[in-house]
């Protein structure tokens, strides 16, 4: 019986985040030591660069996300792990699907319909002044990503699906045209997945840059936490732990004890400084160690490279053949 394969993208346009670790990381590191299942995570630096033209930051931030995931534990001899960029053949399918493509679709988009969306609103006389093909066409390298290791399950935020549903027309267009060869995808979205508020009582968002960096040093990390967004009710006051953004971001990091006890604290009263000084002590404590893991990848980038080549040749094992499979039924392919 052949594995059920799951596919996870990491975008790699930034620092990851207390957020993202909660949110995405954490629980797909967890799926990582599923045996009964053939994961694979791949750093998004084809995708990065719809958003930055920055070299030296696109390299950084693959860098600093390829060590994070690795630093926390990401099983990487039962999880495939590569870079995006190392597998030759998703370019090469991404033009194939685009072809198969109907403009149409592209034009749904919701990235592209905001983007039109705020050219209309300042009156441009372009309404596609700014956008770039790569953000029109980002739907279908997505799809090439998915389909590429038919990936049958993919995990997304919700903000996802309208992709991951271009995936699925995109597949079923290639295969009625071609054959079954294509694995129409199905989004997984876990309606349990913690989200963090930031440092200003939203949602915790580099759009937002109220964001607290996962790695900080433990003295940068308190004083992140310190400047966290409070009311100015006194410490004797009870206070509801269900709006607060300190007691949202504990739960993510405490177990059900702790959580309950907190609760208490909360009705009887409890100092907002307090408070924070408990939270740090509790996120510190659940990433003192693979802080110091992290810090030793960024000095030794030359195994976290090794790590994503072997990954890569892992990957190429399914996207060659595959692809071969692909160029015979298009026609791509010796003559006689």
Known sequence: MSKQIVLTGITTTGTPHLGNYVGAIRPAIEASRDRDVQSFYFLADYHSLIKCQDPERVN???MEVAATWLALGLDTDNAIFYRQSDIHEIPELTWILTCMTAKGLMNRAHAYKAAVADNEAAETRDPDQGVTMGLFCYPILMAADILMFKAAKVPVGRDQIQHLEMAR???????HHYGDLLVPPEAVVDEDTAVLTGLDGRKMSKSYNNTIPLFL????LRKLIMKIKTD????EAPK???TSSLFSMYKAFADADAIAAMRQRYAQGIGWGEMKQILFE??????T????RYEALIADPAYVEATLKKGARRAREYSTPFLEEIRRATGICPLG
Do not use: G, V, W
């Not at 100015?232 to 410490?235: G, K």
């Not at 509790?282 to 990433?287: G, K, S, W």
């Not at 160690?289 to 110091?292: D, I, K, L, S």
């Open 232 to 235: 100015t009710s006194p410490p």
């Open 282 to 287: 509790t996120i510190n404590a659940e990433l």
């Open 240 to 242: 509801d732990p269900e």
């Open 60 to 62: 950084q931030s693959s």
């Open 289 to 292: 160690e693979p802080r110091r």
């Open 217 to 220: 040093p433990e003295k940068q």
């Open 169 to 175: 027309d995109i597949a079923l267009r290639f295969n």
